[in-house]
């Protein structure tokens, strides 16, 4: 069923640098709006799972995801995620292989995006966590 009320629209202006697994800025109309805590690779136990970067970020963004289905969303409802890296060239390194985890897990509906290197995160042996927003009509 879709509500006309809501909306949210994924814009990439032409006089940007073509977008690559992110949207340049998203509009949202109506909904509900939805905060997500960042989340690294920690299981339910409390433990990090993955020791390379990309098998952290698989986790991690799976915990955000489920975050979003607790609060009665899906991936395509994300309209802003940030990941905070310890080490920004491994994610550069990595990024075709972040974005296969991405596609796999959340579509291709990309959301605004930023990378963000950080000294160490509050689990210090994650390598990535991820925090976000999300509009849920």
């Given at each position: 069923?879709?509500?006309?009320?809501?909306?949210?629209?994924?814009?990439?202006?032409?006089?940007?640098?073509?977008?690559?697994?992110?949207?340049?800025?998203?509009?949202?109309?109506?909904?509900?709006?939805?905060?997500?805590?960042?989340?690294t690779a920690l299981d339910g136990e409390?433990?990090?799972?993955?020791?390379?970067l990309p098998d952290q970020f698989a986790?991690?963004?799976?915990?955000?995801?489920?975050?979003?289905?607790?609060?009665?969303?899906?991936?395509?409802?994300?309209?802003?995620?940030?990941?905070?890296?310890?080490?920004?060239?491994?994610?550069?390194?990595?990024?075709?292989?972040?974005?296969?985890?991405?596609?796999?897990?959340?579509?291709?509906?990309?959301?605004?995006?930023?990378?963000?290197?950080?000294?160490?995160?509050?689990?210090?042996?994650?390598?990535?966590?991820?925090?976000?927003?999300?509009?849920?009509?």
């Open positions: 069923m879709t509500d006309p009320t809501w909306s949210l629209a994924r814009i990439n202006p032409p006089e940007l640098s073509p977008p690559t697994g992110f949207s340049h800025a998203v509009v949202v109309t109506g909904g509900r709006l939805v905060f997500l805590a960042g989340q409390g433990e990090l799972l993955g020791e390379t986790v991690a963004l799976a915990n955000l995801l489920a975050a979003l289905r607790g609060a009665g969303g899906a991936p395509e409802h994300l309209a802003r995620v940030t990941v905070h890296t310890t080490d920004v060239a491994a994610y550069r390194a990595h990024a075709p292989e972040l974005g296969l985890i991405w596609r796999r897990l959340a579509g291709r509906d990309y959301p605004a995006m930023a990378v963000i290197g950080a000294v160490r995160l509050w689990d210090e042996q994650a390598l990535v966590e991820l925090d976000g927003m999300a509009v849920i009509p």
